[in-house]
């Protein structure tokens, strides 16, 4: 099986701009979250979605948006970005929604880099 | 406030020596207890998860305790090797399946 895919793997862009990630879980997930990483902060939760319905949702501002398709792909949007907003974005898939035993496979993440 | 606290937050060791990393958390209601680890630049990848019952889970060299009733979690590396080098990261999900993450323990193993 193919793990979870993420593209692009780095971009660079300036303030304001917006820019979209996109990932792939593994074929049969059908629940994908998306994280941020950082130095300073870690990994924190963005949003889960399972079967094209956002399912949990982290303290971000609403600048951060996602959307899963009907194939479980999905995409994150972060809109009038900010010199924080460089970061390592993960994406990870599970078989079921996050609560319960389900091993959750992470992507190679997107590394976004605002000058 | 961090509900999930990982210690050390970094540490050195020499190879084929072993090592326990600690997380304390005060996620409730609690679900599951997860270890990640996360080489530098790639994503992390799970070591072990562990509901409210089990006290014990191992994989190869890793092997992960939970206490539930005081809320701690450690993981202890048996004979280390250089390929241990990451950072190990501490994940409580509670009964809403909300992922509350720990900082992360950064482990360098040196020959």
């Known amino acids: 099986k193919a793990g979870v895919t993420q593209t692009p793997r780095y971009l660079i862009k300036t303030r304001g701009q917006q820019v979209t990630l996109s990932c792939s879980p593994i074929?049969?997930?059908?629940?994908v979250s998306w994280y941020q990483q950082t130095p300073g902060q870690g990994l924190q939760f963005l949003f889960e979605?399972?079967?094209?319905?956002?399912?949990n949702k982290g303290n971000f501002p609403g600048r951060f948006s996602g959307r899963q398709f009907s194939n479980s792909r999905s995409e994150m949007n972060v809109s009038t970005l900010e010199l924080g907003d460089s970061a390592l974005y993960l994406c990870?898939?599970?078989?079921?929604?996050?609560?319960?035993?389900?091993?959750?496979?992470f992507g190679p993440g997107t590394r976004l880099l605002v000058l | 406030k961090n509900q999930v606290e990982q210690s050390p937050q970094s540490l050195i060791i020499l190879e084929g020596k072993n090592c326990t990393l600690q997380?304390?958390?005060?996620?409730?209601?609690?679900?599951?207890l997860r270890w990640y680890k996360q080489d530098t630049g790639r994503g992390p990848v799970s070591l072990t998860i562990?509901?409210?019952?089990?006290n014990t889970k191992s994989n190869g060299r890793y092997t992960a305790t939970l206490d539930a009733d005081t809320k701690q979690s450690s993981l202890h590396i048996t004979a280390s090797q250089l390929s241990d080098s990451a950072s190990y990261i501490c994940?409580?999900?509670?009964?809403?399946?909300?992922?509350?993450f720990g900082a992360g323990t950064q482990v360098v193993v040196t020959p």
């Open positions: 990870a898939s599970s078989s079921r929604t996050s609560g319960g035993g389900e091993t959750q496979y």
């Open positions: 074929s049969g997930h059908r629940s």
């Open positions: 979605y399972f079967s094209e319905t956002q399912r």
């Open positions: 997380c304390n958390y005060t996620v409730s209601p609690f679900s599951n």
């Open positions: 562990m509901t409210f019952s089990e």
């Open positions: 994940v409580v999900i509670d009964s809403w399946g909300k992922f509350q």
